[in-house]
């Protein structure tokens, strides 16, 4: 069954540095989020990505944060100058697109847990 | 802007119990996921609700939609140890792809 793969499981940066988290979308599917869990916290969208361009973006996505897609299959999330608030699992997630059939839903990644320290 | 709001917060019951979820939204939709979240790990898929008075059924667990009152229920039957988890209703807020608003999560604690 196709998933939604993310590297790496686990990233402990300093703050300051910058950090990519990679995920690799389910083939077919055309729709791309990230999200963010703070440990013991709600899930929190991110940003949602379609067609190579973002189209919606949370208040918590601000100039620190880029996302890209820089080949057929990867979907990036680029962290420029980590802070400590940051820590948290960064969940990646994908979504068909067939207006007609489909339900939307979104298949989750198995999470990066990034540690600022 | 969609709030979505789940009680209760923290659920201890024991095993062989019956027990409810209950997840409200603040404004209009037509779907409605659940996700279970096991401790460190992903968000696996529960249960799409795709319209008013949807009910899905999967084990001991059973789902149901009302969106004109936009409550949804998690419904817990003869509890298990194995069903311990956090459960999460989302609600997206738009048609379409759009971004999915979790609720608070229930934490769930089956007691032997």
């Known amino acids: 069954e196709p998933e939604v793969t993310q590297t790496p499981s686990h990233q402990v940066t300093q703050m300051g540095q910058e950090v990519i988290l990679r995920c690799v979308p389910i083939?077919?599917?055309?729709?791309f989020y990230w999200y963010r869990q703070i440990l013991g916290q709600k899930v929190e969208f991110l940003v949602s990505?379609?067609?190579?361009?973002?189209?919606?973006k949370s208040e918590i996505f601000d100039d620190q944060f880029s996302v890209e897609r820089p080949d057929g299959s990867n979907f990036t999330l680029k962290i420029r100058s980590t802070k400590l608030e940051d820590s948290a699992m960064y969940f990646c997630?994908?979504?068909?697109?067939?207006?007609?059939?489909?339900?939307?839903?979104?298949?989750f990644g198995p999470g990066t847990r990034l540690t600022v320290t | 802007e969609l709030k979505v709001e789940q009680n209760p917060l923290f659920l201890s019951m024991q095993e062989g119990k019956n027990y409810t979820i209950y997840c409200n939204y603040s404004?209009?939709?037509?779907?409605l996921y659940w996700y279970r979240q096991d401790p460190g790990k992903s968000l696996e898929s529960l249960f799409v609700?795709?319209?008013?008075?949807a009910v899905k059924q999967e084990g001991r667990l059973m789902a149901s939609l009302d969106t004109k009152a936009r409550l949804s229920t998690l419904h817990i039957t003869a509890a298990v140890h194995d069903l311990s988890a956090t459960y999460f209703c989302?609600?997206?807020?738009?048609?379409?792809?759009?971004?999915?608003?979790f609720g608070t999560g229930t934490r769930l604690t089956i007691i032997p």
């Open positions: 083939s077919n599917h055309l729709y």
């Open positions: 609700l795709l319209s008013n008075g």
């Open positions: 404004t209009t939709s037509d779907r």
């Open positions: 990505f379609y067609n190579n361009e973002i189209s919606e």
């Open positions: 989302a609600v997206p807020s738009n048609f379409g792809n759009e971004k999915l608003t």
């Open positions: 997630a994908s979504s068909e697109t067939v207006y007609w059939t489909s339900t939307y839903e979104q298949y």
